[in-house]
T-cell receptor, first 112, second 115 residues
Framework: NAGVTQTPKFRVLKTGQSMTLLCAQD?????MYWYRQDPGMGLRLIHY???????AKGEVPDGYNVSRLKKQNFLLGLESAAPSQTSVYFC???????????FGQGTRLTVV | TQLLEQSPQFLSIQEGENLTVYCNSS?????LQWYRQEPGEGPVLLVT?????EVKKLKRLTFQFGDARKDSSLHITAAQPGDTGLYLC???????????????FGQGTILTVHP
């Protein structure tokens, strides 16, 4: 059972470069989330989706875009990476509102 | 914006001691969850509480949801080194609101239990 899979697991970018983080879940979950985790900041919500074709902004959406073209995939894009986007990124999914969120193992991104 | 404030941010105790972690907000949450995260891993759910005043027990862990559904606490009895980790509370937005589906986390409490 794969659950939630994030790729890549590690990445180093130069300032100004772009990249896409992929999150895939095989549990037929409706809800998907992208968070970033920085020391002392817990998990901050970047964007989320309540179903295929829908996206919504979280607390820290600036500098990121997302797409949910297929129910099982949620993509997070950085168009022009900045050092402030150095962080660990977590994707999560849940079946319906208020139920357990299952997390991927994270992507450690460093922007130099 | 729905904010969750956790306290304390750091907790370092000896094996066998009791502890309580608090999660407070000015907003009402329809549900509140507690997660535990180990280094290099994603958070894993411990419990979900949905009813004001609800108390749930999970072995040595006791979770309580405030009557007004704005706050919660996690109490650990006789802590063990295996309890060491990052504890996070998370609140689910009210159904039907503009933030429907949003899951907001507190900043976490880093617990270290020394043998």
């Amino acid at each position: 059972n794969a659950g939630v899979t994030q790729t890549p697991k590690f990445r180093v970018l130069k300032t100004g470069q772009s990249m896409t983080l992929l999150c895939a879940q095989d549990m037929n979950h409706e809800y998907m989330y992208w968070y970033r985790q920085d020391p002392g900041m817990g998990l901050r919500l970047i964007h989320y989706s309540v179903g295929e074709g829908t996206t919504a902004k979280g607390e820290v959406p600036d500098g990121y875009n997302v797409s949910r073209l297929k129910k099982q995939n949620f993509l997070l894009g950085l168009e022009s990476a900045a050092p402030s986007q150095t962080s660990v990124y977590f994707c999560a999914s849940s079946y319906v509102w208020g139920t357990e969120a299952f997390f991927g193992q994270g992507t450690r991104l460093t922007v130099v | 914006t729905q904010l969750l404030e956790q306290s304390p941010q750091f907790l370092s105790i000896q094996e066998g001691e009791n502890l309580t972690v608090y999660c407070n907000s000015s907003s009402v949450f329809s549900s509140l969850q507690w997660y535990r995260q180990e280094p290099g891993e994603g958070p894993v759910l411990l419990v979900t509480v949905v009813t004001g005043g609800e108390v749930k027990k999970l072995k040595r862990l006791t979770f309580q949801f405030g009557d007004a559904r704005k706050d919660s606490s996690l109490h650990i009895t006789a802590a063990q080194p295996g309890d060491t980790g990052l504890y996070l509370c998370a609140g689910g937005a009210n159904a039907g609101g503009t933030s429907y589906g949003k899951l907001t986390f507190g900043q976490g409490t880093i617990l270290t239990v020394h043998p």
